[in-house]
């Protein structure tokens, strides 16, 4: 049986963190979709179409993975999609309580979808979308936190 996992989440933009879990992740399962998903807390710095576009060309060296977005529960995606696990990066303590309780949550409402973390490699400790979002919106150097193409795309947001 093929064992497959859903990595769900913003990639409002995709980051060189997001890959090395997809990467790691790609040793543990046969198939991995990359599902770009609603997170109601937050506001998106590029439209759906966009991040899929990044995700597109970051993950054109890796076999095995699919590209999706979908407007609902992740628990009932997963089941779409015939995964057994959702995928989850965790980086420090702070990720922690958030994680805990969407897991908690995904398990409540769907018992057979398994949540699997993998802690973030250390060089990606510190980062994340937001905040080099933020730092890219002042002008800092983003050079290797994300994929070449996200690089030049935050360039080309910051510049409208
Ligand atoms: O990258 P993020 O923003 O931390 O990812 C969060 C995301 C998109 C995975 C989460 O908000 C999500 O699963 N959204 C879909 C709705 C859902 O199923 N929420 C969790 C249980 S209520």
């Not at 303590?93 to 805990?100: G, N």
């Not at 409402?109 to 890219?136: C, P």
Request: proline content about 3%; aromatic content about 10%.
């Amino acid at each position: 049986m093929l064992r497959t996992a859903i990595y769900p989440g913003s990639f409002d933009p995709v980051t060189n963190g997001h890959l090395d879990i997809i990467e790691r992740g790609l040793t543990l399962f046969d198939g991995i979709t990359v599902a770009i998903l609603h997170n109601p807390a937050k506001k998106y710095l590029f439209t759906v179409e966009e991040r899929i576009g990044m995700l597109e060309e970051s993950l054109k060296k890796f076999s095995g993975v699919s590209i999706e977005a979908f407007d609902g529960l992740l628990v009932d995606y997963a089941v779409q999609k015939n995964a057994q696990a959702i995928l989850r990066g965790m980086r420090a303590v702070s990720d922690f309580e958030y994680e805990f309780q969407m897991a908690l949550m995904n398990r409540r409402l769907n018992r057979d979808v398994q949540t699997v973390f993998l802690m973030t490699g250390l060089r990606w400790i510190f980062t994340s979308s937001s905040i080099i979002k933020e730092a890219a919106c002042f002008g800092g150097n983003i050079n290797g936190m994300v994929p070449p193409v996200v690089q030049q795309k935050l360039k080309e947001k910051f510049k409208q």
